[in-house]
């Protein structure tokens, strides 16, 4: 049996869900769809962390400050107020989608690449994740929502959600998770931000709006994986600007095998693979940490349609920022060389890069 989500709306709801499809189906024969962990840009966490120990080496509290999971879109609700209304961006987006990622970025090595083996480090994940807090949350509503079709006059329904996650356990204990997602704001992206945290003592003198370190995850369809890190920028002095590296999914592979998320996972749940579905167990979990900020939901903020959220939300990943928007880039292209002209005749520094937008 497939489902697709939602699963439930809250831990009673999903827990007699859960109760009604174990009367005839055994959860070894339950499929519970999350597109978002078909996605091929999704599986290449596991790739590139558990593929490569230069990552693996890394990913945890001693080294990384914060990871960022940001789903923002340009979409309205549409049609879809008969759903949404009752469901709101928290039911429809973190507990099926965003905390379904933070158990793929913060499991621990699985001993294989077996279904049941990486299952059951998801859910340990959900099991450390600590009750969520109606002040580490920040709700919000796009201007205009409530004159959409369908749509209470009155309606307390959130299209916004920032969100920050605490996983108590050893590996990422101090380390926070931050979740953003909504309707009608200024970009439609899906980006996971791992940033690294500050060597110890700084050497180098450091250009105005410099950014640490970070590895980013973009989840488009033909995404791709890039780095920043600095550089010394060319000129007589040792001073370090931004620099990135970047894999795109286009210039690296052929794309005549990709398959599209639902036909992963349907292909998958043929050849009963429960590598990409999440358990009811896991569901009941995400259900249970949640409950605080269901029973207790912060008070809802407008935003403006095209804009990055409401006040307050800056406010919540102080002293960091959000990746998106991005910043500026490290500064203009280097002119073409003159003809006939030497290295040795161009001694300027570069420009320092601009300041990152602000937001």
């Not at 879809?80 to 209304?85: D, I, V």
């Amino acid at each position: 049996m497939i489902m697709e989500k939602p699963f439930g709306t809250d831990l009673g709801s999903a827990r007699a869900l859960n109760k009604t499809v174990h009367a005839v189906f055994d959860e070894s024969q339950v499929f519970r769809i999350d597109h978002f962990l078909g996605k091929e840009t999704v599986q290449n966490i596991l790739a590139a962390r558990f593929g490569n120990g230069v990552f693996e080496s890394i990913w945890n509290r001693e080294h990384i400050d914060h990871v960022q999971i940001d789903v923002p879109e340009t979409l309205s609700i549409g049609a879809r107020a008969g759903f949404y209304e009752g469901t709101g961006a928290f039911r429809d987006m973190i507990v099926t989608h965003l905390l379904q990622v933070v158990g793929f970025v913060a499991m621990e090595p699985p001993v294989s690449f077996s279904p049941k083996a990486l299952v059951d480090e998801t859910v340990k994940v959900f099991d450390s994740i600590a009750p969520l807090r109606p002040e580490d949350m920040v709700r919000g509503q796009y201007a205009g929502y409530r004159d959409e079709e369908g749509v209470a006059a009155d309606s307390d329904t959130e299209t916004f959600v920032a969100l920050k996650v605490a996983i108590e356990n050893w590996r990422w204990a101090g380390v926070p998770f931050y979740l953003r997602t909504g309707k009608r704001m200024a970009e439609g992206r899906r980006l996971i931000t791992i940033t690294f945290r500050e060597p110890p003592r700084r050497m180098f003198e450091i250009d105005q709006g410099y950014q640490p370190n970070e590895i980013v995850f973009d989840l488009a369809d033909r995404g791709g994986i890039s780095a920043s890190f600095l550089a010394k920028v060319p000129g007589p002095t040792m001073r370090l600007g931004r620099a990135r590296m970047r894999f795109d999914y286009d210039d690296s592979f052929a794309g005549e095998h990709e398959l599209e998320a639902y036909e992963r996972l349907i292909h998958d749940a043929l050849l009963g693979d429960r590598t990409l579905f999440t358990c009811a167990d896991g569901i009941e979990r995400l259900w249970e940490v949640s409950a605080p900020v269901l029973d207790a939901p912060p008070q809802l903020r407008l935003y403006e349609p095209g804009s990055w959220g409401p006040p307050g939300t800056d406010e919540l990943i102080a002293p960091g920022r959000w990746h998106l928007p991005e910043p500026a880039s490290p500064g203009p292209a280097r002119p073409a060389r003159r003809p006939g002209r030497s290295d040795r005749s161009s001694r300027g520094s570069a420009p320092a890069p601009a300041a990152p937008p602000a937001g």
